[in-house]
């Protein structure tokens, strides 16, 4: 079982930056997928980015170019770097990680607020 830990969310005004951490609670070197979801009020829980055992990322259109996704095996952690904030990505962001069994494990989330 892995349990996965969100933090440093909060409020940013518009063109802003913030970086959210996910740590799991065992090492992550053997979890295939990682990825960060987020839920807005109202809105059914997207994909926002993801990145595989090798490296590879994948984001969806409205945040190609300013958010960045990246996981440090070491320190058996996940990161999300978003920059050029806007109002639409207002969320709660949440971590999400699946093995290769098919174990799949959520975080509880951390809000982010970027006022209109």
């Known amino acids: 079982q892995v349990q996965l830990v969100e933090s440093g969310g909060g409020l940013v005004q518009p063109g802003g930056s913030l970086r959210l951490s996910c740590a799991a609670s065992?090492?992550?070197?053997?979890?295939?997928?990682m990825a960060w979801y987020r839920q807005a009020p109202g809105n059914q829980r997207e994909l926002v980015a993801t990145?595989?055992?090798?490296?590879?990322?994948y984001y969806i259109d409205s945040v190609e170019g300013r958010f960045t996704i990246s996981r440090d095996n070491a320190e058996n952690t996940l990161y999300l770097q978003m920059n050029s904030l806007k109002s639409e990505d207002t969320a709660v962001y949440y971590c999400?990680?699946?093995?290769?069994?098919?174990?799949?494990?959520w975080g509880q989330g951390t809000q982010v607020t970027v006022p209109s």
């Open positions: 999400y990680s699946i093995s290769t069994d098919g174990a799949y494990y």
């Open positions: 990145i595989n055992r090798s490296g590879f990322t």
């Open positions: 065992r090492n992550i070197f053997n979890i295939d997928t």
